[in-house]
């Protein structure tokens, strides 16, 4: 036992020192975080001569070099000479883009379930209970292979379409179709006035409560506000001069056989990996995002509901105003865990060759070798994701938090 | 106590830094028992499982090779599976000693990795597949086509590279998997299915329909497959690449797994120095004398492996080709055993 080269207080006190707990307490966990900064330490430094000696290049300049291979789907401006670290990039927004729509998707589908289990209508409880237990019992990759594959043998091949909504959407093998909106020069203008119905339907909502406060009279406020957002940008366009105009997707139907079918980059496409990725995550995850709105809704106390009814509520207004703004309190930290899964789970898309940042980053790591630094980007950005959507779950969590008067 | 723990931990981690992997492979090869080989998830032909797992192809026969002349016996092997993507890691972090995996040779594989490619088994270059009632004749009429094809290969640049040259549009899907690569061809999702030639041929007999499928005439790209070891183990290297030679070697010879123990009585030197009957070769590359014969009795010469596997007799029916003898009008042409 030598506490001399740890202990520069003195000697005077060494002997209560010893049995002081305080600074035996210090003493432990300095000896903790100091074995976990060496043990840290020789990891990284043990990797970086293992890979000097096996001649192994490292670090992060490769992102810099010209990736040479194409992507399907790229939100970004990519073409084959762009570099790696673009194709990463690319990667990124395409996850990005599956876990955004895939939670707005499973929040909806979610809350109409799990307030349909609740029903008092008996088919419509028993629908959504089978819907829940079905889908929460299936391995979800198996998921995503049936919508991929079953889903691509049933609808029609590259070669004929089915068209719905007055032929203006297509679908086929080779993924669903419809016009395009072009923008011409001048077309600014409406997305300005989109930006300003939005600011607009939100001070209606404030003013509209402040005056509900005060003098207890009600606004359509939802009305009102879709009317804006509909509304200002269509007479903006109309202002301008109509620039915009639709791109339609081409259908051949004669020539040569591989010429037949839609015509690359006519029209928008949504190619069938992201409809079946996107389709089977937010299926997923809205059987357990289901349970929690039940669970929530049924933490509320049954005579919240019986005293709306006796103020005169009917249903529907007792649930929007009285029960789920009080269920959401219970609600939102397990949705947390959800929207995270999510998004995590948006890397199986590897194995339907939807290009989201693993499948992308794993041709880079196989055309690079450089599996150390690949696999560091890849934890760095799937980390920071959940920690932002946490981070903004809480902000709101704390919103939605009882108010003590 | 506690004020010792930080000594233990550092002085463990010094002690494991200074233990770091001194033994050769071969050493470590020789204390396991068996030779733990990296090969792919199954491509007929080369390296794949029956429903027993015994492993077989062209590939599986190298690594059998390999087991056989360090052990003398053909069996000591272990396979590990692996995708295009993990193959790399898995032989730089030693889990694998030797990888034979239908693998590509090019510069930055050899040159970035720490690896070394110990030779060619099979001379392969990149081809496409299409439906034959598409009436395409030619991957130049290809344009605006949908490809098929696998993540993380030498397969996915070429194809980039052939329609950028030719300026033909296209859209590429590529899979993890090649059993998901044939499962989308097969479903329609695309009109080209393109891999290496030989995976081609191996992979259209998993189709629904293989006789309503046809292979274009275009070879786009050369694609050497060969067997990988780590560098900066040259002894390891060595015993992989005169393995590969010795199955060469001995067909150019005439000398097969049948005829093995008669051509140890033949007059001729170069046959008695390959099995080891003249000279002492084995020992300059840490093994028996009888190394070779071991491999050619073992697995037979590279003929044997060639017909036996992916040959015209089987359901791949591939012709030998560049794949043939030197001698025979191929590239196969291995430095003489002496």
């Known amino acids: ?405 | 106590m506690s004020n010792k723990i930080l000594p233990l931990v550092l002085g463990a981690a010094m002690g494991v830094a200074a233990s770091a992997a001194n033994a050769t492979t071969l050493e470590d090869v020789k204390a396991k028992g068996f030779v733990q080989c990296g090969v792919s998830q199954g491509l007929p032909g080369f390296s794949n499982p029956d429903a027993q797992g015994n492993w077989t192809g062209l590939d599986v026969d190298l690594c059998r090779g390999v087991a056989a002349a360090v052990f003398g016996d053909a069996s000591a092997v272990k396979f590990t599976p692996l995708s295009a993507k993990e193959r790399f890691t898995a032989l730089q972090s030693g889990e694998i000693d030797i990888l034979s995996r239908n693998t590509t040779w090019t510069m930055s594989r050899d040159t970035q990795l720490g690896l070394n490619f110990a030779g060619v088994n099979y001379y392969d270059g990149q081809g496409f597949m299409v439906r034959k009632d598409l009436g395409v004749t030619s991957a130049l009429e290809l344009s605006g086509a949908s490809v098929c094809t696998n993540t993380g290969t030498t397969t996915e640049l070429n194809v980039a590279d052939y329609f950028r040259a030719n300026s033909m549009p296209y859209e590429i899907v590529a899979f993890e998997k090649a059993d998901e690569v044939v499962a989308a061809y097969d479903a329609g999702r695309c009109d080209v299915y393109t891999t290496d030639a030989s995976g081609l041929y191996a992979q259209r007999l998993k189709l629904t329909n293989p006789a309503d499928h046809m292979v274009l005439p275009e070879i786009i790209s050369k694609e050497p497959l060969g067997p990988v070891v780590r560098q900066g183990d040259d002894q390891w290297f060595n015993i992989a690449k005169w393995t590969l030679n010795a199955m060469i070697n001995a067909e150019e010879m005439g000398v097969t797994s049948a005829n093995v123990d008669d051509m140890k009585g033949s007059d001729n030197p170069s046959v008695k120095r390959l099995l080891g009957v003249e000279g002492a070769y084995g020992e300059a590359i840490g093994l028996g004398n009888d190394w070779a014969y071991n491999v050619i009795k073992g697995v037979g010469n590279y003929g044997e492996s060639f017909d036996a596997n992916v040959g015209p007799d089987t359901p791949l029916g591939i012709a030998r080709g560049v794949n043939a003898l030197w001698s025979n009008g191929g590239f196969l042409y291995a430095p003489p055993v002496r």
């Not at chain 1, 006190?13 to 010893?18: C, F, H, I, T």
């Not at chain 1, 399907?72 to 690319?90: F, K, M, N, P």
């Not at chain 1, 055309?367 to 809480?394: D, K, R």
Request: proline letters at 4%.
């Open chain 1, 1 to 405: 036992m030598s506490i001399q080269e740890q202990d520069s207080a003195g000697a005077p006190a060494r002997a209560s020192l010893l049995n002081d707990p305080k600074a035996r307490g210090l003493f432990y966990q300095a000896t903790l975080i100091i074995a976990l900064v060496a043990f840290g330490w020789f990891i990284v430094s043990n990797t970086v001569e293992n890979l000097e000696r096996q001649n192994i290049a490292s670090g992060f300049g490769f992102l810099q070099n010209t990736a040479g291979f194409g992507i399907i789907q790229a939100l970004v401006d990519y073409t084959e000479t762009s570099s790696y670290g673009q194709a990463i990039i690319v990667g990124f927004f395409n996850t990005l883009l599956v876990a955004v729509i895939g939670i707005f998707l499973a929040t909806i589908i979610g809350f109409v379930v799990g307030i349909a289990r609740l029903s008092n209508n008996w088919v419509i409880s028993r629908l959504a209970y089978c819907y829940v237990e079905l889908i929460r019992n299936v391995p979800l990759l198996l998921q995503i292979f049936f919508w991929y594959f079953a889903v691509l043998r049933a609808v029609p091949g590259k070669r004929d379409k089915w068209s719905f909504l007055f032929d203006t959407f297509h679908l086929n093998i080779a993924g669903l179709r419809g016009p395009q909106p072009v923008f011409e020069e001048g077309s600014g203008i409406i997305g300005w006035a989109l930006v300003l119905a939005i600011v607009l339907a939100f001070a209606v909502a404030r003013w509209s409560r402040k005056r509900q406060e005060a003098t207890g009279q009600q606004f359509p406020v939802f009305l009102t506000g879709i009317g804006m957002i509909i509304g200002l940008p269509l007479i903006a366009y109309l202002f301008a001069g109509m620039p915009m105009h639709f791109n339609y997707p081409e259908f051949v139907e004669t020539g040569p056989m591989l010429r037949r079918g839609f015509t690359l980059g006519s029209g928008f496409n949504l190619i069938p990996e992201f409809l079946a990725l996107t389709l089977a995550l937010s299926i997923y995850t809205a059987a357990f995002i289901a349970e929690i709105v039940r669970a929530g809704i049924q933490a509320v106390s049954h005579g919240q509901s019986e005293a709306a009814h006796a103020l005169g509520l009917r249903n529907g207004p007792t649930l929007r105003l009285v029960i789920i703004p009080q269920a959401m309190r219970v609600i939102i930290p397990p949705l947390t865990s959800q929207y995270l899964n999510l998004t995590k789970n948006s890397s199986l898309a590897v194995a339907i060759a939807f290009p989201d940042l693993v499948s992308v980053g794993g041709t880079v790591l196989n055309q690079t070798g450089q599996a150390i630094e690949i696999i560091g980007i890849w934890m760095f950005v799937y980390l920071t994701l959940s920690l932002l959507t946490s981070a903004f779950m809480n902000w709101y969590n704390q919103r939605m938090a009882l108010v003590e008067r």
